[in-house]
């Protein structure tokens, strides 16, 4: 029980505080050097008695936690390797990163010029073929002096960049007409190519031996001359007729295409609408087929309507399947509305049918007029 004289802070604080206590710091005395921790105790009435004391002498300390120290020592080491391993990881993974990402900003933008290059060049394309496409004519048989004999319009849509629809009119001499649709199969560059080839070969006339005032002998000249096993197995559909302004009559040949449909009568009140087609393979399938032409006197009036099968082959929006070309020549072949354009409300109406303004084929029409006295 003798005085104490060497109490640390840590035992005068808890005397003092009455509360628990450790020793931040070994402290020594002259029984050695210790960590101590003070805890207070109370009588049964809680009163205040003491403090009790428990050491741990340093050597003993040191060497309980050696072990821990070393293994935390051990810890650190692997630890930092590991960081260093993880962290070049990640330095050469954002490095490849940033090197992948870079080379891809490049093919992205090589790739965004190529395509800008090929949607000029489609564009250019697409502007080229619907330059060959011929302007309407005039006005509706005006009564005045200077009567037209031909009027004309239409309207095409292409499905895509480049469609493999094209048509064209012209006169042969004074008194004939030609009018002719193709529909080459299939879409894209080959179809409209291969379109341009055969609208070229009946508008310039350069097929060799051939009265292009026959509808059948074009028919049979343009089937062996753009044989499918020359042209990449391309082959097309057509309609081609010769009005002939002296004789008042249309002479018309057919090969595996949609006919014609012509509305004539005296006036608009009897007019009947009339099929015009003819038997006929389409073109370039096989070598040496006949090919027939019709005729039919035209009347006072008249409107003769040519076009591909893209315009009736369209699937209703409420799924109840696809037109029918009957159906498609119903509407065609209700009156005209006095300042409208009948090639337009028909595209409307197939638009309108399927609910969309976009068309899985090409959608073209024409419309012809002739006067007839």
Not at 198 to 212: C, T
Not at 267 to 295: V, Y
Not at 325 to 354: D, H, N, S, W, Y
Request: hydrophobic share 40%.
């Amino acid at each position: 029980m003798d005085p104490y004289l060497d109490a640390g802070e840590a035992l005068k604080i808890a005397l003092k505080d009455r509360r628990t206590t450790v020793d931040d710091v070994p402290y020594s005395d002259r029984w050695g050097t210790f960590y101590s921790a003070y805890v207070p105790f109370f009588d049964k009435k809680g009163q205040f008695v003491g403090t009790l004391g428990m050491d741990l002498e340093l050597t003993n300390f040191e060497n309980r936690i050696s072990p821990i120290n070393r293994a935390t020592l051990i810890a650190i080491i692997i630890g930092s390797i590991l960081s260093i391993l993880c962290g070049l990881q990640v330095w050469a993974f954002r490095r490849n990163q940033a090197k992948y990402a870079s080379t891809l900003a490049e093919i992205n933008s090589e790739l965004a010029h190529s395509n800008e290059i090929i949607k000029k060049e489609l564009t250019e394309a697409e502007n080229y073929i619907k330059s060959l496409f011929p302007p309407a004519i005039g006005s509706i048989f005006p009564p005045a002096i200077g009567i037209r004999p031909i009027y004309s319009d239409w309207i095409y849509q292409s499905c895509s960049e480049l469609g493999g629809d094209i048509f064209g009119y012209h006169w042969i001499d004074d008194d004939n007409f030609a009018i002719y649709l193709v529909d080459v199969c299939g879409h894209g560059v080959g179809a409209a190519l291969h379109s341009v080839a055969v609208i070229s070969s009946i508008r310039n006339m350069i097929l060799p031996n051939v009265d292009f005032k026959a509808p059948s002998e074009v028919l049979y000249s343009l089937n062996n001359t753009f044989n499918m096993e020359k042209y990449n197995d391309t082959y097309f559909t057509i309609w081609y007729g010769i009005f002939n302004k002296k004789e008042n009559v249309l002479k018309y040949s057919s090969g595996g295409h949609p006919p014609a449909m012509l509305i004539n009568g005296l006036d608009q009140s009897s007019a009947k609408i009339i099929s015009l087609s003819t038997p006929g393979m389409m073109i370039g399938c096989a070598q040496d087929i006949k090919f027939q032409t019709e005729s039919i006197s035209l009347n006072r009036y008249n409107r003769l309507y040519v076009f591909s099968d893209g315009v009736y082959e369209i699937n209703y929006s409420d799924g109840k399947g696809m037109m029918t070309l009957e159906t498609f020549c119903e509407e065609l072949a209700r009156p005209v509305i006095a300042g409208e354009r009948k090639v337009k409300k028909m595209l409307e109406f197939a638009q309108k049918a399927q609910n969309s303004e976009n068309f899985v084929d090409d959608f073209t029409l024409v419309e012809i007029m002739f006067h007839v006295e």
